[in-house]
């Protein structure tokens, strides 16, 4: 592939194992609070599930940042919680609170839920209309929660500090955990391939509470139920790159980009670059991992964080990324300072 060329996807060529410099930079949660346009937008259509179901508005936030910073990839506007809603459980967001999942399954029974796929069609809509508008050098990402994550809100019916109810539900009962870990896979395959149907060009797989689990339950809980998803989508989409983002998985994260089969692996902030540049896949891509605090920090503690992050990467395929979400308080000036400094310009 040529290295020069307007409408080249660099980030999709990073993620299909080439060396890039400078690298190609998206940010998780890039399209949201922090941008004045989301806002103005999310305060004219009301909730975040509302923003979230209307196709044209989803497809104008997964633009902003696109249109604002010229990243090299611009990631779906939805929530990993549309695959639960999917299923058949009830969805709301409660201002302040966060997301409510009802009926919660610590306390119901998974067969009790009516499944509703067509709750997702608006995704796929958002899908087919960025798909139509982004310029031609820009990778499209779609995304799911990983079936782990995903159970965790499912079983407890809310986010939770130690996912205790969920864990405590893993070890009890691990046939009807096992089940509703097994129904969220078997939607999620669905769903990713669809996104891809529609247009996506990689596909992420966000599991934000893989750091609450020992060795033994995150090898059942999130490498197993990840092989599954990732063999599926190869079996399908062999072309189509699938990025595993295990966050908190520390010194897990050997076995999880051994055995899981992902194309690129996502680094949280807690990750020491120059550990993961020495100890991973030597091929294998890498996204990551600059700390969320420090974009908001800026200023000399924001330089050399970049400059370790890139000089760790140098000799393997990386796409310069947060490891976490972009904070809402977050300076617009600190990520053209970022982008700008990535980019030598």
Known sequence: MSNSGQNEKKLLSVLRGERRDPPPVWLMRQAGRYLPEYRELRAEKGGFLDLVHDSEAAADVTLQPIRRFGFD??????????????????????????????????????????????????????????????????????????????????????GSRDQSETRRMAYGDPQAFGAIIDAIAGKTIEYLGKQIDAGVDAVQLFDSWSGSLSPAQFEQWVIAPTVKIVSALKAR?????????????????????????????????????????????????????????????????????????????AERPHVFNLGHGILPDTPIAHVEHLLARLRKG
């Open 73 to 158: 990839g611009a990631i779906l506007f939805s929530d990993i919680l549309v695959v639960p809603h999917a299923l058949g459980q009830d969805l709301r967001f409660v201002a302040g609170e966060g997301p409510r999942l009802s009926p919660p399954l610590v306390d119901s029974a998974l067969g009790a839920l009516e499944a509703a796929p067509e709750r997702l069609d608006p995704v796929y809509r958002t899908v087919e209309l960025v798909a139509a508008a982004l310029p031609p050098g820009t990778t499209f990402l779609g995304f799911a929660g990983s079936p782990w994550t995903v159970a965790t809100y499912m079983v407890a019916g809310q």
């Open 237 to 313: 989409y062999p072309d189509t790159p699938v990025i595993g983002f295990p966050k908190g998985a520390g010194e897990k994260l050997p076995a999880y980009a051994r055995e899981t089969g992902v194309d690129a692996l996502g680094l949280d902030e807690t990750i020491d670059p120059e550990w993961a540049a020495e100890t991973l896949p030597v091929d294998l891509p890498v996204q990551g991992n600059l700390d969320p605090l420090a974009l908001i920090a800026g200023g000399d503690r924001l330089d050399s964080a970049i400059d370790r992050i890139e000089k760790a990467f």
